[in-house]
T-cell receptor, first 111, second 115 residues
Framework: EDKVVQSPLSLVVHEGDTVTLNCSYE??????LLWYKQEKKAPTFLFML????IEKKSGRLSSILDKKELFSILNITATQTGDSAIYLC???????????FGTGTRLTIIP | GAVVSQHPSWVICKSGTSVKIECRSL??????MFWYRQFPKQSLMLMAT?????????EQGVEKDKFLINHASLTLSTLTVTSAHPEDSSFYIC???????????FGQGTRLTVV
């Protein structure tokens, strides 16, 4: 069975700090890894990663995948209070249409 | 990006009644949609995969007779919580993908409270 583990489970930092969120996985026939941000309601998409070593970047957020070591990280620099949310990592595999989600990391930014 | 609309956004019902939640893909066709349940401060738990024109595939531990899923068209899937009990109170979210090379788009979610 596919498995996704995120760490830390929760993180509290001050505004302006940089944070790194981790996602490790065990899946059969890996296809892609996705990061989502969930505030109060539905998750919103951040990144989809399919290849190792290629950084994806969007503003202060960036993410990279390591398919050899089976993990991904999500970096957020110069954090702002609006970054407070649950960050979810999910993995997609060939032959299985569903996404397997990790437990999420609850990030809290203190002003 | 693609839009998935979920309705209602919140509902309160009495114990023993049934509640239907709709999930629509507004600008694309979705042969497959997914239904999740989320408890407070926890991650998304997949309940079932909804397949257009065929029976849903339920995850282990999810009662198919209690959570009825119908995917009658390429743009609509419904989840009916039958004979609801207070322990069914939760946040239910649907999602769909345009294809396997794109991200999953989520509905706004439905907060169900059973009293």
């Amino acid at each position: 069975e596919d498995k996704v583990v995120q760490s830390p489970l929760s993180l509290v930092v001050h505004e302006g700090d940089t944070v790194t969120l981790n996602c490790s996985y065990e899946v059969t026939n890996f296809r892609s890894l996705l990061w989502y941000k969930q505030e109060k309601k539905a998750p919103t998409f951040l990144f989809m990663l399919t290849s190792s070593g290629i950084e994806k970047k969007s503003g202060r957020l960036s993410s990279i995948l390591d398919k050899k070591e089976l993990f991904s990280i999500l970096n957020i620099t110069a954090t702002q209070t609006g970054d407070s949310a649950i960050y979810l990592c999910a993995v997609d595999s060939f032959g299985n249409e569903k996404l397997t989600f990790g437990t999420g990391t609850r990030l809290t930014i203190i002003p | 990006g693609a839009v998935v609309s979920q309705h209602p956004s919140w509902v309160i019902c009495k114990s023993g009644t049934s509640v239907k939640i709709e999930c629509r893909s507004l600008d694309f066709q979705a042969t497959t949609m997914f239904w999740y349940r989320q408890f407070p401060k926890q991650s998304l738990m997949l309940m079932a995969t909804s397949n257009e024109g065929s029976k849903a595939t339920y995850e282990q531990g999810v009662e198919k007779d209690k959570f009825l899923i119908n995917h009658a068209s390429l743009t609509l899937s419904t989840l009916t919580v039958t004979s609801a009990h207070p322990e069914d109170s939760s946040f239910y979210i649907c999602s769909a993908r345009v294809n396997r090379d794109t991200e999953a788009f989520f509905g706004q979610g439905t907060r169900l409270t059973v009293v």
